[in-house]
Every structure is written in structure tokens, then in C-alpha cells.
């Protein structure tokens, strides 16, 4: 079946650097990359996601990469805020709709 | 954008009782609705998926007789932990899809604590 790892698992930023996080999954028919933020005690909020017909995608601060042929994905978060302290999920689906989740990362933003 | 709820957000119980947890979409009918445990500090794990009117499918390693996933509706479903103990405590979050894409609407999340 499907695994999914993720680094780092906590990562530490100044405010207003950017962070990046980085995925890798092993089913290469995986076909749909979101990427979730939660909070303490949360549900998971959608921040962005990627199809695998498309290399990139960025929404305001957060861009996603998508490499099909190494099987991996990245978050991009520029000038960072400290709102942006959370922990972060990336996840992969191979057309069932099932998702399987990233071991997370914990973001802490520094004022 | 659509909505998912769930009840209760919290419950408490003794150690041997039955627990049940509702999952529902409030504006959209959920073809398929998956079923999540989370522990502290730990990823979501996917523990089981259930379409409208069929039995649940579940992951390798989760119990399906104490795991009871019920789908009777679109818009509702059911995961009841039977004779629960200490070590089902956990973040217990449901998300259902439906609207004709991968993307799945994630419900508030239960956090049972079994004394």
C-alpha cells in the first residue's frame, strides 16, 4: 500500500523566512497531494493541493511542487507569520479517495 | 464550502462500555465517509472507509467487532467503540467526500478519554 514520509518533523523560522517542507510517497499511481494545517485539539484545514497533472501550484504565501518521476512533493510557506505556528500533514491519494497522511511537521514561527 | 459535524466534540466513560460517534455532512450527500484516529502528537491513521449501504472497508490492523462503522445514510455515519479501554483514548475525526473530486471535508473531531 501507499506510505508517505515526511521532513522534518519540527522546524524552526524566523519570521518572515520562508519554510519548506518536503513528502515522498511510494504508489506511483497516486494521483492527488493536499496539504493540511492543524492546530492543537483541530480538525485538519485544506491549505493547498496538487493533481498530478500539474507541476506547481501557489496561492498567495503557499506553493506546492510535485516531482511525478522521484514520487515526491513540497510545501513552500514565504514571510512566514507567527499564525502560521501549527503542525503540518501532507498526504497522498491513488484515485480510491483514501488518504494516507505524512508523519506531520511542527512549525514554530519565532517573532 | 461543505460541512461536516460531529458529536459529541468530547465524552468520558468507564472502562467496558460502549461509545458511539456521529459523523455527519450538512450540505452534501457523502458518497464515501472515512473514519481516523489520531494520538498525541502522532499523524492521522486511517482506520477504516464506509460507503452509503455497505459494509466498511478496514486497514490492516483495526479491529472490525470493536469498531463498529455504521453508513446507513448520505449524509450520516456511525463509529461506535465497543468495551472500550484506557487504550482507545485517542482524537477520533471523520471526513466524508462526495462532491466528485479527491478532496475530503474533515469533521471537529471527538476526543474520547476512557477512564
Known amino acids: 500500500g501507499e506510505n508517505v514520509e515526511q521532513h522534518p518533523s519540527t522546524l524552526s523560522v524566523q519570521e518572515g523566512d520562508s519554510a519548506v517542507i518536503k513528502c515522498t510517497y511510494s504508489?506511483?499511481?497516486?494521483?492527488?497531494f493536499p496539504w493540511y494545517k492543524q492546530e492543537l485539539g483541530k480538525r485538519p484545514q485544506l491549505i493547498i493541493d496538487?493533481?498530478?497533472?500539474?507541476g506547481e501550484k501557489k496561492d498567495q504565501r503557499i506553493a506546492v511542487t510535485l516531482n511525478k518521476t522521484a514520487k515526491h512533493f513540497s510545501l513552500h510557506i514565504t514571510e512566514t507569520q507567527p499564525e502560521d505556528s501549527a503542525v503540518y500533514f501532507c498526504?497522498?491519494?491513488?484515485?480510491?479517495?483514501?488518504?494516507?497522511f505524512g508523519t506531520g511537521t511542527r512549525l514554530q514561527v519565532f517573532p | 464550502g461543505a460541512v461536516v459535524s460531529q458529536h459529541p466534540s468530547w465524552v468520558i466513560c468507564k472502562s467496558g462500555t460502549s461509545v458511539k460517534i456521529e459523523c455527519r455532512s450538512l450540505?452534501?450527500?457523502?458518497?464515501?465517509m472515512f473514519w481516523y484516529r489520531q494520538f498525541p502528537k502522532q499523524s492521522l491513521m486511517l482506520m477504516a472507509t464506509?460507503?452509503?449501504?455497505?459494509?466498511?472497508?478496514?486497514e490492516q490492523g483495526v479491529e472490525k467487532d470493536k469498531f463498529l462503522i455504521n453508513h446507513a445514510s448520505l449524509t450520516l455515519s456511525t463509529l461506535t467503540v465497543t468495551s472500550a479501554h484506557p487504550e482507545d483514548s485517542s482524537f477520533y475525526i471523520c471526513?466524508?467526500?462526495?462532491?466528485?473530486?479527491?478532496?475530503?471535508?474533515f469533521g471537529p473531531g471527538t476526543r474520547l478519554t476512557v477512564l
Open positions: 471526513s466524508a467526500s462526495g462532491l466528485g473530486y479527491n478532496e475530503q471535508f
Open positions: 504508489d506511483s499511481a497516486s494521483n492527488y
Open positions: 496538487i493533481r498530478s497533472n500539474v
Open positions: 498526504a497522498a491519494s491513488s484515485g480510491t479517495d483514501k488518504l494516507i
Open positions: 450540505d452534501f450527500q457523502a458518497t464515501t
Open positions: 464506509s460507503n452509503e449501504g455497505s459494509k466498511a472497508t478496514y
